[in-house]
């Protein structure tokens, strides 16, 4: 087929806009000759099976799935009973930007709690965790957070151990939704397990798509009070691939191996360097901490749009003029100090 898309173009709109990564590529190639057994009874999602366990602990099952969405809707789906309520942040992903599947796939209530830096603490879970017994409330059973969270911010081992004895000491359980996990990884400089298994996660969404993959994630369950039902839920939610090889091949492409957190370095890194290329210019102000591989920003009017007329990027709020702007495993210095040129250019204009 004849390439129809421009491949000069570069972005910071999303590390979903990057391409797939040449050694996941090479998985989804190395998978594909023969016939192998369907529906995940074949080598590559038995070998997805170790290579979880290696970097989550000998209790951790993966269930590959096709997208975040449906990571996260399975995992709370299998974690509640049909009256159960999930705790999150407002701005959760959960809550904002997956069209409500949880709530009309799952059948569950989403408690909402505002925060200031997108990451929930025992006090603010309170403030939805209560009614316990209530028949004319919906129980409080998980509490699900973002890592990295939505605001490119990261939590520490401790904050996410103080939630998970939190929760488990009022009969809930804690997800996390890791969408960009590889990226929390690597700036708290820890594995997986350090801070998911060992500080009380009991279940996973594992991301793959903003790392690197063509469209693989999968729930990992850490405790067995979480996941119930998992195997036959992922067919009832139309989250069960035939030819599951390719997507299991795709996590192994990343998780088997450094190239996920070798890619998560790199963009963290980028988005670091795009910060420091910007601080310090007159009518630029930095809304969060850069932890991540998001960097979100303000800036002065009118500015967004002309500096869009060569970069494509988001409005994070454009009422108050911030900004995302998103690294990726692909981003280079100098599609940074282009980048980081054209915002100087704007704002001196």
Not at 35 to 59: F, I, M, N, W
Not at 192 to 221: M, Q
Request: with cysteine; proline share 3%; net charge negative.
């Amino acid at each position: 087929m004849q390439q129809i898309h421009d491949t000069s173009v570069r972005t910071f709109a999303s590390d979903n806009y990057a391409g797939v990564h040449p050694a996941v590529l090479a998985a989804i190639a190395s998978a594909n000759d023969g016939h192998v057994v369907s529906y995940g009874l074949d080598p590559y999602t038995a070998r997805l099976q170790e290579v979880v366990r290696e970097h989550l602990g000998p209790q951790a099952e993966a269930f590959p799935v096709f997208n975040g969405t449906g990571a996260n809707v399975l995992a709370l789906q299998s974690s509640l009973p049909r009256w159960g309520a999930a705790i999150c942040a407002s701005g959760a992903h959960v809550n904002v930007d997956e069209g409500g599947a949880p709530e009309r796939v799952a059948g569950l209530k989403l408690l909402t709690v505002p925060t200031t830096d997108g990451k929930l603490t025992p006090e603010l879970v309170d403030r939805e965790a209560w009614g316990f017994g209530d028949e004319h409330r919906a129980q409080p059973g998980i509490v699900t957070i973002t890592q990295s969270t939505e605001v490119g911010t990261v939590y520490s081992v401790d904050e996410i151990a103080a939630l998970a004895d939190h929760a488990h000491g009022k009969g809930m359980l804690l997800h996390v939704d890791g969408a960009r996990i590889a990226n929390a990884a690597a700036a708290l400089d820890l594995p997986l397990r350090a801070f998911l298994t060992d500080a009380g996660v009991d279940i996973l969404s594992l991301g793959g798509t903003k790392d690197g993959a063509l469209a693989a994630e999968a729930v990992v369950t850490l405790s067995e009070r979480a996941g119930a039902g998992l195997t036959y839920l992922r067919k009832l939610d139309m989250q069960l691939a035939s030819k599951m090889r390719f997507l299991s091949a795709q996590l192994l492409g990343l998780y088997d191996g450094d190239v996920w957190l070798e890619n998560a370095r790199h963009a963290n890194a980028m988005a670091a360097r795009l910060r420091a290329s910007l601080e310090g210019v007159e009518g630029v102000s930095f809304v969060q901490p850069t932890q991540a591989n998001g960097v979100f920003a303000h800036l002065p009017v009118g500015v967004a749009d002309r500096v869009r007329e060569s970069f494509m990027f988001y409005d994070w709020n454009g009422e108050s003029g911030e900004v995302r702007w998103m690294c990726s495993w692909d981003t280079t210095e100098a599609d940074v100090d282009g980048f980081a040129a054209a915002v100087r250019a704007a704002v001196r204009a």
